[in-house]
């Protein structure tokens, strides 16, 4: 079993830059995707970014591409998400997870073991 836990969220002025983190305990994290996703207030939660085991793939959802840039250090245990030109709409908690398929997934049905999230709030 993965244990992740979220930090680095915090309040930003828009167009700042924020760098998430998510730390995992247990040997076997470098053998999972990871993927990040969010909820705002009211909202579904939705898929941002994905990182394969290894590192070598990535995947976006289109209003974060060019944005956000997902990276992880598997002998740290930990996956990053470094937000740049942060908009009032990137507003939410954020949240981790471990990949249950092979693939990369935006499907939230397709990640195990959340995190407890970090809340980011972007103002205007």
């Known amino acids: 079993q993965v244990q992740l836990v979220e930090s680095g969220g915090g309040l930003v002025l828009a167009g700042g830059s924020l760098r998430l983190s998510c730390a995992a305990s247990?040997?076997?994290?470098?053998?999972?995707?990871i993927g990040w996703f969010r909820q705002a207030p009211g909202k579904e939660r939705e898929f941002a970014a994905a990182i394969s085991w290894n590192g070598d793939s990535t995947y976006y959802r289109d209003s974060v591409k060019g944005r956000f840039t997902i990276s992880r250090e598997n002998a740290k245990n930990t996956v990053y998400l470094e937000m740049n030109s942060l908009k009032p709409e990137d507003t939410a908690v954020y949240y981790c997870a471990t990949a249950a398929t092979i693939g990369l997934s935006p499907r939230k049905d397709d990640y195990r073991n959340w995190g407890q999230g970090t809340q980011v709030t972007v103002s205007s």
């Open positions: 247990g040997r076997t994290f470098s053998r999972y995707g």
